[in-house]
């Protein structure tokens, strides 16, 4: 019989060569109690984001964020997937929100602050969001060049 921790080691293993399906069919079957566990849910949640699965992001997010506020992660994928609902501002809150509680935030989190900030008619917040962003890390403004959410900006490549 194969452990719990092996089909999560099997499943992690699917998901990083972007099999989120055999991924998620790792995980059929095991006990809910080893399913709530931190390492469980975290990959849990890297499968729904892997899998667009937005309403299920929303439900396990909360679960990780509750275990350990400090976490960037499962705010960035909870407000992300508020987001690809169409639930911007509620993404932008939220995410304002982990910010202050995030340990150490990363540039993701104000680049995304400043994509919800765009679409929402706020460009002057996102100039300045993302400014702050590609002065922390200059191979952010590549990405933003082709981000969608933030063509209301008008960057140019020079």
């Known amino acids: 019989m194969i452990s719990p921790e092996k089909h999560l080691a099997y499943a992690v293993g699917y998901l990083t060569?972007?099999?989120h399906t055999e991924a998620r069919s790792e995980l059929t079957g095991l006990p809910p109690?080893?399913?709530?566990?931190?390492?469980?849910?975290?990959?849990?949640?890297?499968?729904?984001?892997?899998?667009?699965?937005w309403a299920e992001v929303i439900e396990l997010?909360?679960?990780?964020?509750?275990?350990?506020?400090?976490?960037?992660?499962?705010?960035?994928?909870?407000?992300?997937?508020?987001?690809?609902?169409?639930?911007v501002p509620e993404a932008q809150e939220l995410?304002?929100?982990?910010?202050?509680?995030?340990?150490?935030?990363?540039?993701?989190?104000?680049?995304?602050?400043?994509?919800?900030?765009?679409?929402?008619?706020?460009?002057d917040d996102a100039r300045i969001l993302l400014a702050s962003v590609c002065g922390r890390d200059p191979a952010w403004r590549e990405i933003a060049l082709t981000d969608p959410d933030l063509a209301a900006l008008k960057l140019d490549s020079h």
């Not at 509750?66 to 639930?87: F, G, K, S, V």
């Open 17 to 19: 060569l972007g099999l």
């Open 33 to 53: 109690e080893f399913l709530a566990t931190q390492p469980a849910l975290q990959l849990r949640l890297e499968i729904a984001m892997a899998g667009n699965a």
């Open 61 to 87: 997010a909360p679960e990780l964020v509750a275990a350990d506020n400090t976490t960037e992660r499962p705010w960035i994928a909870w407000a992300y997937a508020l987001r690809e609902l169409q639930r």
């Open 95 to 123: 995410l304002l929100a982990g910010r202050q509680l995030i340990a150490d935030p990363g540039p993701i989190v104000d680049y995304n602050l400043a994509c919800y900030a765009c679409l929402l008619g706020e460009l």
